[in-house]
C-alpha cells in the first residue's frame, strides 16, 4: 500500500461529459502529480502541485484542469470528454524534496462511452 | 532537455535466471536522480530502486541491482533469480536537482519483462 488513495477506482461515462477524479497524497506529501497512461503506453505527466500551487504543467489538454486544496487533496476535472480520454489517471505523491521518490496511487480507470 | 530511453520494448526470461534492462538518459545536469518503477499486470505503479547521481556506489535492493555509468548516462537494472511475480512493465526515469520544487520525472517507453515458469 502506497498510501496514495484515488477514487474512483473505475469510471465509466459518455463523450461530451465531465468528471472529477480524487487523489489524497500521503501523509506528509506536499507534491501531487497526475498522470495519464493510455492502453499500453508510457506516463504522460499532466501536472503538478506544490502544497497548493501549480508547478509543473506537461502535455494537459485545455479540457482538463486541477487543483490541490488546503489540505492537500487534489482534483483532476476532465471535460467536453472524447473516446480518447479513456485511460488510466494516476496521482503521485512525494514529500517534495529533490531525493525523494514518487508514490502511485492505484489509479483510475476512465472508459469513455 | 532530458530524456530517457529505453532501447528493448520487450524481453523474457526463465524463471530463476538474471535479466538485464538497459536505460540511456541524456542531460546537461550534473546533479539527478534515477529510477526503476515496475507496473505489473495489476497495473499498479511501484518504485523498485532509486540512484542518487552523485553516488558511485551502485544502488541495490534485495534481488534489484543497477549499473550506473555516469559518463556513459546509463542506469540498466539487473535483476537476479528472476521469479514469476517479475513479470511486469519496467519503467526508467529521471528527474533532475531543481530548486524550484519542480520535481517532474522524465520517463522512458517501458521494457515489457515477461518471466517465464
Known amino acids: 500500500d502506497s498510501g496514495v488513495t484515488q477514487t474512483p477506482k473505475h469510471l465509466i461515462t459518455a463523450t461530451g461529459q465531465r468528471v472529477t477524479l480524487r487523489c489524497s497524497p500521503r501523509?506528509?506529501?506536499?507534491?501531487v502529480y497526475w498522470y495519464q497512461q493510455s492502453l499500453d503506453q508510457g506516463l504522460q505527466f499532466l501536472i503538478q502541485?506544490?502544497?497548493?500551487?501549480?508547478?509543473a504543467k506537461g502535455n494537459i489538454l485545455e479540457r482538463f484542469s486541477a487543483q490541490q486544496f488546503p489540505d492537500l487533496h487534489s482534483e483532476l476535472n476532465l471535460s467536453s470528454l472524447e473516446l480518447g480520454d479513456s485511460a488510466l489517471y494516476f496521482c503521485?505523491?512525494?514529500?517534495?524534496?529533490?531525493?525523494?521518490?514518487?508514490?502511485f496511487g492505484d489509479g483510475t480507470r476512465l472508459s469513455i462511452l | 532537455a532530458q530524456t530517457v530511453t529505453q532501447s528493448q520494448p520487450e524481453m523474457s526470461v526463465q524463471e530463476a535466471e538474471t535479466v538485464t534492462l538497459s536505460c540511456t538518459y541524456d542531460?546537461?545536469?550534473?546533479?539527478?536522480?534515477l529510477f526503476w518503477y515496475k507496473q505489473p499486470p495489476s497495473r499498479q505503479m511501484i518504485l523498485v530502486i532509486r540512484?542518487?547521481?552523485?553516488k558511485q556506489q551502485n544502488a541495490t535492493e534485495n534481488r534489484f541491482s543497477v549499473n550506473f555509468q555516469k559518463a556513459a548516462k546509463s542506469f540498466s537494472l539487473k535483476i537476479s533469480d528472476s521469479q514469476l511475480g517479475d513479470t511486469a512493465m519496467y519503467f526508467c526515469?529521471?528527474?533532475?536537482?531543481?530548486?524550484?520544487?519542480?520535481?517532474?520525472?522524465?520517463w522512458g517507453a517501458g521494457t515489457k519483462l515477461i518471466i517465464k515458469p
Open positions: 503521485a505523491s512525494s514529500v517534495g524534496d529533490f531525493n525523494q521518490p514518487q508514490h
Open positions: 501523509s506528509g506529501d506536499l507534491s
Open positions: 542531460t546537461s545536469e550534473n546533479n539527478y536522480y
Open positions: 502541485y506544490y502544497n497548493g500551487e501549480e508547478r
Open positions: 526515469a529521471f528527474m533532475k536537482h531543481e530548486m524550484d520544487s519542480n520535481y517532474q520525472l522524465i
Open positions: 540512484q542518487e547521481a552523485y
